[in-house]
């Protein structure tokens, strides 16, 4: 699958209510992004939330490698790394070297987290108004008690 074919997925969280909203964005919105780093506070008038303030937390790009924020720029890096984010390791002390994509925005990215700062208008989350019915549970093989 082609990048043109995917999009760009925006995976939108809000603190206050614990959920995330994952949305896909054409070329023309991701132009609002590119040139970005981690930690930069963008509108979200380009998305469709008008009055909302989002911050880059993170992102992966289209191979899977995750964004670090100590790596400069856009490009791919080996490097050593001891602690999250992109590595956990088991024990203390360990370290590993992993490929990881640098903290800039690029048109190379699949994958952009943001979290929401400001709060606008129009909610975020749209409430469920219907209740999912109970199914009733189905009983294949019935077994008798004699």
């Known amino acids: 699958m082609s990048k043109e074919e995917a999009g760009v997925r925006l995976v939108i969280s809000d603190p206050k209510v614990g959920k995330t909203r994952q949305i896909e964005i054409d070329d023309a919105k991701l132009r609002n992004l590119i040139g970005n780093k981690m930690g930069d506070v963008v509108s979200g008038n380009p998305f469709g939330f008008p009055g909302y303030e989002f911050e880059i937390t993170g992102g992966s790009d289209t191979d899977g490698f995750p964004m670090r924020f100590d790596v400069h720029g856009g490009v791919r890096k080996k490097i050593l790394i001891s602690n999250p984010p992109c590595y956990h390791p ?11 994509r640098g903290n800039l925005v690029t048109d190379e990215v699949a994958q952009i987290n943001l979290k929401v700062v400001k ?3 129009k909610p975020l989350f749209e409430e ?3 209740k999912l019915k109970k199914e009733e549970k189905k009983v294949l093989f019935p077994i008798k008690m004699d």
């Open 128 to 130: 469920r108004k219907e």
């Open 90 to 100: 088991k024990r203390r002390g360990l370290r590993r070297r992993k490929m990881v």
């Open 119 to 121: 709060w606008g208008n």
